[in-house]
């Protein structure tokens, strides 16, 4: 950006009275020595001459008696329900508080869907779902039994010994197996 | 409070920076190098009413095979790449390989063999919830029965 | 002693409607001039003005005093108004046609500064080139023009930083710059 172009930027907030004394005095300065930024000045001067008239040409005294009376009016009638309720709507769900819920939520479903990394096991409503599907087995001529145990939502892949065991231990254990 | 009301703009980068952690960690848990793969060796039997405080974390799933004790015999944990085989030596003389194959929707898929003496006991593909498990049990071992939790997790 | 609008607002929370009449006479006349430099159209802004004090009584509990009342009560004024001209229909030179023979039927229009052609050109394409800008960029035309607010004040007012307010005025005055230059 040449000096020019953000002087000229500087300009408007100079003639305000709104730029820190440094950059007052650079603009004071910059307009000093250049014509061009100048001729700029000159034109929004008188912008704002123009403007203040217009603004203020139609602008007459308001009386204010018949003014405070308008206002007892609407302060002393009752508003249908439904521009009260309106009102309040506007009023709950203002702008800024509306932007504001927009990363509340985000932050709210990141939040949730954490809860597992920081608190595993945790569930609300009950234990996970950790149900396993078995797409394929071969127990290669044993007998196998596939369980699902509802309570801790648990799948069982039990094998059974041959029906001529290997060792007597084995049969004990089968004996006693898990009783589903 | 004056902040909510003037910085709009701060409202918009706080909304996009929570989108982008959101993205990031999904993205991250989308593209999974490996898996972390445990198995916990535990022995039930009927000899006695023992539970071992160490399987107090699984002791619901265990309880419903209704044995009276549940002794905790080996844990072990290792990582294999995708594609991979890792093997878990197993009490008595087994071996366990596992080889995870796929991972979508937060589920892995694990194809499992069981061998004794080299020779396969079992073969089977289980798709588990990431961080979730299954059982694998029924080979007699030391008076009662060998069961294996098989679980499994990305990093 | 007069006293302060905060002791006024005090009063008025205390239930005294005298001190809420006191306020509306301190200021109505300036939420007036504000409201009709954004609508254009003395009747809406009557209504407005109005309307700003009759939601300031009802709201009065709620304020604290966190700013000055004029900055909270203008910035009330603003926002009905900023609505009002969104859902404004009529065409505004049209209007403002009809605007100057009200206002001289009632003897109440100012003596007109401008009178020559010039300066009638000027005049009519200064109110199109307003009425082109946005709502929020008039606002604050409006209130640095009109009232000569400062910055600080007007982005109280309009819920924005004194950055924004800046570069609307730069913008604002830019676009009216661009379209007034054979006039300037």
Redo the contacts between chains.
């Keep these: 950006m040449t000096n020019c172009e953000s002087n000229r ?1 500087s300009i ?2 100079w003639l ?1 009275g ?1 730029l820190s004394p440094g950059e007052s005095e650079s603009v004071r300065l910059h307009l000093a020595g250049c014509a061009a930024c100048s001729e700029v000045r ?3 001067e ?3 001459l ?13 009386e ?1 008696l018949p ?2 009376r ?2 007892q009016q ?2 002393n009638q009752k508003r249908p329900w439904h521009e009260e309720f309106l009102e309040r709507c506007r009023e709950l769900f203002s ?3 509306m ?2 819920s ?2 509340a939520v ?2 709210l ?2 939040a949730l ?1 954490s809860i ?1 990394f920081y608190l ?2 945790w569930r609300l409503g009950g ?14 001529g ?1 007998s ?1 039994a596939l369980l699902r ?1 509802n ?2 939502k ?8 041959d029906q001529e065991g ?2 007597e ?2 049969e ?3 004996k ?5 | 409070m004056k902040l ?2 003037t910085r ?1 703009s701060l ?2 980068l ?2 996009l920076l ?2 982008s ?2 993205g990031w ?1 999904g993205a991250a848990e989308k593209d999974p190098q490996s898996v972390q793969v445990t198995i916990r060796s535990i022995l039930a ?2 000899k006695s009413d023992e539970f071992d405080a160490k399987l107090k ?1 699984m002791e ?2 265990l309880k ?4 009276r004790s549940y002794r905790s015999l080996k844990d072990e944990t290792k990582t294999v790449p995708w594609q991979g085989t890792q093997s878990f030596e197993i009490p008595g003389g087994r071996l366990l390989t596992v080889a995870p194959q796929e991972f979508q929707e937060n ?1 892995i ?1 694990l194809k499992v063999r069981l061998t004794e003496k080299d ?11 990431n ?15 060998l069961v294996l939790s098989i679980s499994a997790a990305t990093p | 002693m007069e006293l302060s609008d905060w002791e006024l607002v005090k009063q008025c929370q205390a239930g005294e409607t005298s001190a809420f ?1 006191e306020l ?2 301190r200021y ?2 300036k939420v ?2 504000v409201s ?2 954004l609508l254009r159209n ?1 009747e809406d802004a ?1 209504d407005v ?3 700003t ?2 939601r300031a ?1 009802r709201k009065i509990n709620s304020f604290q005093g966190d700013s000055s009342f004029y900055t909270w009560i203008y910035r009330i004024a603003v926002n009905i108004s900023i609505d009002a001209q969104r859902r404004q229909k009529r065409n505004p030179l049209e209007f403002r046609e009809s ?2 023979g009200v ?1 001289e039927s009632q003897n ?3 003596k ?3 009178t020559d052609a010039h300066d009638r050109e ?2 009519e394409h ?2 199109q080139a ?1 009425n082109e800008l946005t709502p929020e960029h008039k606002a604050v ?2 209130l ?3 009232e000569g607010m ?2 600080k004040d007007i982005g109280q007012i309009l ?1 924005c930083s ?1 950055g924004t307010v ?1 570069s609307r ?2 913008y604002a ?1 830019k676009k ?2 661009d379209k ?2 054979v ?2």
Excluded: C
């Design positions: 930027e408007g907030s305000d709104e000159r034109q929004l008188s912008l704002n123009a403007l203040k008239n217009q603004l203020t040409a139609n602008a007459a005294e308001i204010f003014f405070w308008g206002v609407r302060i702008a800024p508080r932007a504001w927009v990363p985000i932050a479903v990141l869907a597992d595993p096991g234990p996970r779902n950790n149900f396993a599907t078995v797409d394929s087995i071969d127990a290669h044993r196998v145990e309570e801790s648990t799948t069982v892949i039990w094998l059974y010994q290997e060792n231990a084995a004990d254990a089968t006693s197996g898990p009783a589903f | 909510l009301k709009p409202v918009l706080f909304s929570l989108v952690i959101a960690g039997a009927n974390g619901q799933q419903s095979l209704k044995y589920r898929a020779k396969p006991i079992v073969d089977t593909t289980v798709t588990i919830p961080k979730g498990n299954f059982i694998l049990g029924g080979p007699p071992h030391e008076g009662g029965a | 009449q509306v006479s109505h006349q007036f001039m009709l430099g003395r009557l003005a109005q309307e004090f009759f009584y605007m100057d206002l109440e229009v100012a007109d500064p401008f000027l005049r200064l109110t307003i035309i409006v640095r023009t009109l400062s910055y819920g004194e800046m005025l730069h005055r009216l710059q007034l230059s006039f300037l």
